[in-house]
T-cell receptor
Framework: EDKVVQSPLSLVVHEGDTVTLNCSYEVTNFRSLLWYKQEKKAPTFLFML????IEKKSGRLSSILDKKELSSILNITATQTGDSAIYLC???????????FGSGTRLSIRP | DSGVTQTPKHLITATGQRVTLRCSPRSGDLSVYWYQQSLDQGLQFLIQYYNGEERAKGNILERFSAQQFPDLHSELNLSSLELGDSALYFC???????????FGPGTRLTVL
């Protein structure tokens, strides 16, 4: 069964801390892995990782794809209260371009 | 603002009814995706259209159907509604398949 698993489910840290969110997957014909941030409304795109682009960075956020371990991490350094959100990992797979989401990690940043 | 628009924002209806949700993609995007997000199921991919043709199918019930029109807007039809269909329905668009998806604000459906 194709699946995407995120850990931890929930994380509470203090402002300024560094956090690492995990995403592992088991799918057939992997195509890409995507990270999204969801606050109160719709998800907003963070990164797309593919076989040809296994590391991405934008400001305090960075992500790495480990195709051997079938996993990805999302790092956030010097966290701010505005980083509080649910972080979703999704994997696009199969020749039919199906998409499956993990259940998300709820990140709370305390001032 | 992602550039993807969805109407209506909220919809309240009764069990057994039929509703239509509408999505207009970003200018230039050919792909439209539909997702359902409920508290117990999380975000679920329903279906994707590319330039008017169905491209991929996810966990879409037989009571649900969708289409993409020549002007590239898309509609999701939900029929014989059940209480469990209450959820937030998102539309997303991208240039092609496998490209970054931009989500609309969603339509919140409540079935009473």
């Amino acid at each position: 069964e194709d699946k995407v698993v995120q850990s931890p489910l929930s994380l509470v840290v203090h402002e300024g801390d560094t956090v690492t969110l995990n995403c592992s997957y088991e799918v057939t014909n992997f195509r890409s892995l995507l990270w999204y941030k969801q606050e109160k409304k719709a998800p907003t795109f963070l990164f797309m990782l593919t076989s040809s682009g296994i590391e991405k960075k934008s400001g305090r956020l960075s992500s790495i794809l480990d195709k051997k371990e079938l996993s990805s991490i999302l790092n956030i350094t010097a966290t701010q209260t505005g980083d509080s959100a649910i972080y979703l990992c999704a994997v696009e797979y199969s020749s039919a371009s199906k998409i499956i989401f993990g259940s998300g990690t709820r990140l709370s940043i305390r001032p | 603002d992602s550039g993807v628009t969805q109407t209506p924002k909220h919809l309240i209806t009764a069990t057994g009814q039929r509703v239509t949700l509408r999505c207009s993609p970003r200018s230039g995007d050919l792909s439209v995706y539909w997702y359902q997000q409920s508290l117990d199921q999380g975000l679920q991919f329903l279906i994707q259209y590319y330039n008017g043709e169905e491209r991929a199918k996810g966990n879409i019930l037989e009571r649900f159907s969708a289409q993409q029109f020549p002007d590239l807007h898309s509609e999701l039809n939900l029929s014989s509604l059940e209480l469990g269909d209450s959820a937030l329905y998102f539309c997303a668009s991208s240039v092609g398949t496998g490209d970054t998806q931009y989500f609309g604000p969603g339509t919140r459906l409540t079935v009473l």
